[in-house]
């Protein structure tokens, strides 16, 4: 099967690293695409950004140039999902809501760590907007841009863990949810460090949207997310040409 | 004091409607101006619709030209207000969230009525979002999509009137939020048949937003709604040259 | 217009201050009309003196010798805004509600600072009540009597800047309401030194009520706010003769 | 031990019916003392003349001459039990609460059937401050008025069960409390009609408040309900002379 | 009145103190029966042995010789109430309900102090199923395992009392419960330490015991709690003979 | 990797067709075990059948004879799930959280059609507990009891069909989940008459807990679901000897 894995900021390199944690976890036989959207902010830390960016991914995955199975939408906390299921038919998964899906399997509370204050509040309101926020201890903050999540490497994790740590003592949270898609290759460090189960969006939604398909589910179509009646839409899709 | 009051789809007259219902209740001295997106659906019913229209807004207000002291988002139940907020230093007004407020002073309960059932649950969400639903005993949908307000004002309000009767008797409402921009002009007949108040978002959202600028408030700055951080956004604005 | 400003205890200077930080934000041709209980407290920091108040506003405002437009019951946190709901016609504006309606149009989360301790709970039971409270990050108490706030206002800015500093560090608050009506005058000295807007609940009520009466909007009177059905009621109104 | 049962109303009768209920269920050492408020209206169906009997009820109380270990305010849903609580140092216990507290015990969910239906949101309210309306299923209205159960006691059972029919087959009630005090002698009749358990409030509450001073529990005094703090309260109490 | 206090343990002392707590505050003619597990954990501390816990005291009470009118289960925060309310047609009153529900007549909030860190998730989750949770502050662990609580009476005690301070000065609660069955006889010496009411699970449970029983009521048959349908069930019960 | 099928009940056909359906889905290097527990009853429809399932299953897990990776409990809206965790190291899925969590993929809301109307509230009290149930529309009873599905197959199609039709169009479900682990092959004939996705648990289980594994995640051990502490069981586990 062949999964769109869709960066929502415009950094090739953060698309590419996204791409790799996919990789590093799909089946053998699951073709993972990584797409970069054509317009919008290098990174997306708060809502004007991840407003655009929600447009930007729509139009990146209509302008795709082939068939595909499944769409991973690879920005945590950020707007958008339900557009892309109204646009397409396969099924469309969210880091945000898979990563916290997951975690809820593993203790009785989990809490995400993320990259900025100012995304606290978006990803609270996605959490509770996906029902999923009740078993959701404390989202917070690491301080570091998401950006600076590639340059320095080292003082992320240290910044990630002493958030996580003091989530689990304090918030008693007893799994991590890695808040950033910047942070797919953190993991393995963050859970030595913590001594609880870190989760990963990224490797999270493509397992998600492997079950998906292989169990032939995909979104439901009878009201939300029906696909938008026919009308005159001026300016869209905003980009045009194959992407690839 | 001037307020922009944008309209979310791309339908000029209905932008000149939601502008005159605006003027109708606009203090003496307050300048109403409509504007326009350059993109998107003619009418919003539905996610994709909304996103598109969220940053059709958004570039509509950074590329107008001239001050204004508020912003009056003019969608009922669309996507966008928060960006808004960041993009802009005047308050922003959304009318889904004016005219909850307003019929929360009016009665223990308000029903929204809107057009299209697949329009509910955005307009539920927004709700939940904004903390207006717990007094929320209904969103009910009339059937009617949003051309359709104005191409057939006596159907459209027979088949509003219904849903306000069934909220009243069945859900228990005492107060009726008019749930889309276009049926602005409608809300007097409503009253008159369901006797009880009828509240419009874009009359409510324009009092609201003259009073905001009265006592000198604007949107908190310090956290989530902080101006975007410098860095590089391809593509933006979307549309260029001003708009009046 | 007129408004009833109705303080809810007997301190005719409380009295004199709230009406003053009405005719402040009031429009040109709006009279503000201060009016005092006859009996009750001369502060209400608790249940049994917000229930005596409760009644001794009805029975000011049904003793009240004229027409007018709109009521604001300016007490923060206490009883009764139902009971005159029932007995008027025109529209009853608290200033609890009023000003944390408000303080959401302005940022993700508010903060209410108040007086005492105490008071606390009454206030977190009322916002409940108005569901007004999913968006309220946290009460706090300055531990300044509202009668100190006269008296020793200096103090009083100090306490209450404290309070409103830790609700935007620790509870994330954007936006502060001052929780008390006797702290009317001091919002521009929070504001400054806070950094957030700040909203004053009478400040706020005063324009809600202009708004609604502009807007041609009053209380619902199909079922929780019906006038009173007719029957003997023993000892009403508690006092006799005109309040002016 | 001495338990005051406050009637909330002014119609004797209705107290004498409400002290029969309560002693016919109290130990042989506890006396029952009905009270009967010296002004308010005759039957309480609203959020007035609630407010007013609460202010009734405390100056009964506190002009009661005499010892007492207890009081339960005999009023389905009715204001002012927070007050009594600030003034005593005895438990008190509201009958809105003790029946809900008890249903609990004896199934799932359960269902309020009151008098009129403007009653409902009076009683939904008291309950979602109770922290009781997790597991309530609804609040049905029989159509009957206070003075009507009395007047009318076969007509008020039919309207009664055919109320709690519905709250069993439609909203999955499993037990049902009769939301008024003057329905305490019918709990019997309905009990057999409906086949679940009836809980009535006079009844219920008589044992909670045997059980609170049996166990030696009164009010916390360390917050919310603490004293009043001394201060001038004018015209308190309202009215004069003994109780008893 | 004959009540059964069943133990989840299989410690006989601590079935002999909890039985010797339910006498101390039973009536003179309620006749309290210990009754002890047949297999299954010396104390209960988590999931498995609570589960095993309430197939035990199952397997006890449907084993126990004779008849009587009510059942208590003595286990704060354990599993198994349902059944035995399918199994019996007396009433069952669990400790951590009747504790959570006396609370609640005694001040705004309370707060649980538990024994070990592991117990808050299991007594947290108990109250939210029991629609309990609301007004519940917090549920705080002393670090005390259940066993020490009788090897280390005075180190119990501070420990307790520790956490009880905090939740009164740091979670605003009004009222502590004791959220262990073996913590019954310590409830004197903390009231007096911590100047707040203290609840005791099992005084409170035989007093809602002996009350349902005086008033009639029992559990409702209609739907959750209906008897078992007939089937074959293999191994049931899981021990034979008389308990006594 | 394996993974073992726990059936909460008696009957081995109910286990073999669990397992079957397990296999239909799970990956081509997967074992699927399927196990029948020891004792308890024929078929699990209340609260006494499934607190002895849950530690029937417990039973047959400790005493299986052999390593395995995951455990799924096959059983909707059953307890036991939290023991299990403490137990094992490997992760457990329960059906009843797997299909909520997949079908929240798929739609705005979902539903779940079981089998009588007794196990309804287990299942809600299931999914509030999980975490899962705000965006639940209903849980619905076909009024088909678990052995009645074997044997009237087309009864059952056609009673789960009615009610997924009310559940669609009554509560807005946009998805189905099967409520029973013994409605499993039936899911295709229901989707199709439907048309909205149908999600069976055991199914969802499968890949979840494949998923799980090949993440390398299971559960925390850090709080609720550590390991037991050592001390004395006495009785456990119920039955000795190997299950294979």
């Given at each position: 099967m062949k999964?769109?894995?869709?960066?929502?900021?415009?950094?090739?390199?953060?698309?590419?690293?996204?791409?790799?944690?996919?990789?590093?976890?799909?089946?053998?036989?699951?073709?993972?695409v990584g797409i970069t959207p054509r317009f919008g902010a290098d990174s997306c830390e708060g809502n004007f950004e991840s407003y655009l960016a929600a447009i930007a991914v729509m139009d990146s995955v209509v302008n795709y140039d082939g068939e595909f199975d499944a769409v991973v939408q690879?920005?945590?906390?950020?707007?958008?999902?339900?557009?892309?299921?109204?646009?397409?038919?396969v099924p469309v998964v969210d880091i945000t809501e898979a990563a916290a899906s997951t975690a809820m399997y593993?203790?009785?509370?989990y809490s995400v760590v993320t990259t900025l204050d100012r995304a606290v509040p978006l990803i609270e309101d996605r959490l509770k907007l996906a029902g999923l926020d009740d078993r959701?201890?404390?989202?917070?903050?690491?301080?570091?841009?998401?950006?600076?999540?590639?340059?320095?490497p080292e003082r992320a994790v240290e910044a990630i863990v002493r958030q996580a740590e003091?989530?689990?003592?304090?918030?008693?949270?007893?799994?991590?949810?890695?808040?950033?898609?910047?942070?797919a290759n953190l993991d393995e460090q963050?859970?030595?460090?913590?001594?609880?189960?870190?989760?990963?969006?990224?490797?999270?939604?493509?397992?998600?949207?492997?079950?998906l398909v292989r169990l032939g589910l995909s979104t439901s179509k009878v009201r939300t997310y029906a696909a938008p009646r026919p009308k005159t839409v001026i300016g869209w899709p905003i980009t045009q040409g194959p992407v690839r």
């Open positions: 999964i769109l894995v869709a960066n929502v900021n415009t950094t090739q390199t953060m698309t590419d690293s996204i791409a790799a944690q996919a990789r590093a976890v799909a089946a053998p036989d699951t073709e993972i690879a920005g945590y906390g950020e707007h958008g999902r339900e557009g892309l299921q109204e646009l397409l038919d593993l203790g009785h509370k959701c201890a404390s989202v917070r903050a690491s301080g570091m841009a998401v950006l600076e999540l590639e340059e320095h003091l989530a689990v003592t304090e918030d008693k949270a007893e799994v991590i949810v890695l808040g950033c898609g910047g942070m963050i859970r030595e460090r913590c001594g609880v189960p870190v989760v990963d969006g990224v490797a999270a939604a493509v397992l998600v949207a492997e079950s």
